[in-house]
């Protein structure tokens, strides 16, 4: 259900900007005709900016990268749901060595991934969904964020942990 409503206000949105798209063309025609009806030359406006490469780990401000846009402004659906992905194993991995306090115990196993996803998050975790078969996999697509520790075989983070 939640899926076929996304469906549905997507396709909107999509018939919106085509709507746009179309009222723009016919309004740069209605200014070109004008211009040469007038016998004046026709001036294209200007394109567009060309979006530059932004380095991630270098914003200092989200909401602002440098050109008054968010970071977020083009993001997918796709691109949300590693987004909450990270943020689920940087706060359970986290979560996990400060309830756990115990020195032989650096992080959480790849067999008990799924059993600490649901704990923390009362969801299960389905890799599938990621369209990858296992926990390793999942893992290596916020690598940046989560890894597995190749000596020990839990799940460790490579961000430092913030001093307040």
């Known amino acids: 259900a939640k899926h076929k409503a996304w469906k549905l206000a997507h396709a909107q949105k999509e018939r919106e900007a085509a709507k746009k798209r179309r009222a723009e063309e016919e309004a740069k025609k209605s200014r070109r005709l004008a211009a040469e009806v007038a016998g004046e030359p026709f001036e294209e406006d200007e394109e567009e900016e060309v979006v530059e490469e932004v380095d991630v780990s270098s914003v200092e401000n989200v909401m602002d990268v440098g050109n008054g846009s968010p970071l977020f402004k083009d993001f997918a659906l796709e691109d949300w749901a590693l987004l909450q992905l990270r943020y689920e194993f940087y706060t359970m991995q986290r979560a996990f060595t400060m309830d756990v306090h115990d020195q032989d115990r650096h992080g959480i196993p790849e067999p008990h991934l799924g059993f600490y996803y649901t704990k923390y998050f009362k969801k299960t975790l389905n890799p599938s969904?990621?369209?990858?078969?296992?926990?390793?996999?999942?893992?290596?697509?916020?690598?940046?964020?989560?890894?597995?520790d190749e000596t020990t075989g839990v799940l460790r983070t490579p961000i430092a942990e913030e001093v307040s």
């Open 129 to 148: 969904h990621f369209s990858v078969k296992s926990s390793a996999e999942l893992a290596m697509l916020v690598k940046d964020t989560a890894a597995w």
